[in-house]
């Protein structure tokens, strides 16, 4: 067995019970131990860079490191709706037109695949991830099940279109007060 399979096969029993700080500071104890490329062996085992475990390397010879963090203080970048404070109120715009279910119902859901509202926001420039996009449609209780049934043949070209005219008709008859059912 090489040295590398071998430290894998060490690091993989162990990984499982680390936090991110720990596998940190082990992957670095290994690498000192290794000596002249220790590093770059030790990342290529355990899958964490060589930026990172040199980081631990430093954290070692700080004895004055906090013990109870993780991360240093401030550590992390800043959550996508503090940088964008309007973006669940434009996600929803987007989604709204095609949302499914009861408005007053605790269950909605939409069409639109996460990934998909991805792009689209991303084309608005708005970069942001499908599981992002996951987490904030939850935060608005939107359900994230898929479709159970599968349907054979293609949808109507203009099937996006006919909801879109039916809700905006809605839209124009409760404005003038007037009463919707829904069938």
């Not at 690498?31 to 860079?49: E, I, W």
């Not at 800043?78 to 987007?94: G, N, Q, R, Y």
């Not at 203009?158 to 039916?166: C, G, K, S, T, V």
């Amino acid at each position: 067995m090489t040295t590398e399979s071998c430290l894998r096969q060490k690091l993989l029993q162990i990984w499982p019970h680390l936090n991110e700080r720990s596998r940190r500071l082990v992957a670095a104890a290994e690498a000192k131990q290794l000596g002249h490329g220790g590093v770059t062996l030790v990342s290529r085992a355990c899958g964490l860079s060589r930026v990172t475990i040199t980081k631990g390397i430093r954290e070692l010879a700080d004895k004055a490191a906090p013990i109870t963090r993780i991360r240093r203080e401030g550590a992390g970048r800043p959550s996508l709706v503090s940088v964008d404070p309007t973006l669940p109120e434009i996600l929803e715009a987007l989604i709204e037109p095609l949302t499914k279910g009861d408005p007053e119902s605790p269950l909605r859901w939409t069409c639109k695949s996460t990934r998909t509202l991805a792009k689209e926001l991303s084309s608005q420039n708005h970069p942001i991830s499908h599981e992002k996009i996951a987490q904030l449609l939850r935060d608005m209780n939107y359900s994230l099940q898929g479709n159970r049934k599968t349907e054979e043949g293609d949808d109507h070209p203009d099937r996006d279109e006919q909801f879109e005219h039916i809700n905006n008709k809605i839209r124009m008859t409760m404005a003038d007060n007037n009463p919707v059912i829904s069938m």
